[in-house]
């Protein structure tokens, strides 16, 4: 199950990561994000031992959504090192949002 992310605590999280993370930025009125949201359950447990998962909100977090200039959501960004290096905008079939990932680690 992926972990809440919030401003005070995202950037160490990222940053103190051995593993790359994966942010789900999105909101519980959204269609998309709702439709999402198994998937990314299920990529958290399926690709633990490669990366870790985090979802934010970005109703209770707009500071963190304005700093990655998230204006659609869903949005995935991938951070390896502490730094954005892939994002992903919009829902996906899970084999393809398993391969944008794998194509990125």
Request: aromatic content about 6%.
């Amino acid at each position: 199950m992926a972990k809440a992310i919030t401003t005070a605590d995202f950037k160490s999280v990222i940053s103190s990561s051995e593993k790359p993370v994966l942010v789900d930025f999105w909101a519980s009125w959204c269609g998309p994000c709702r439709a999402l949201a198994p998937v990314i359950d299920q990529i958290s447990q399926e690709m633990a031992d490669k990366l870790t998962v985090y979802k934010c909100n970005v109703d209770e977090e707009p500071d963190l959504a304005t700093q990655f200039r998230i204006v659609s959501i869903p949005t995935l960004i991938l951070f390896k090192g502490g730094k954005p290096v892939h994002t992903v905008v919009g829902n996906m079939p899970k084999p393809a949002l398993v391969a944008e990932l794998e194509a990125n680690l």
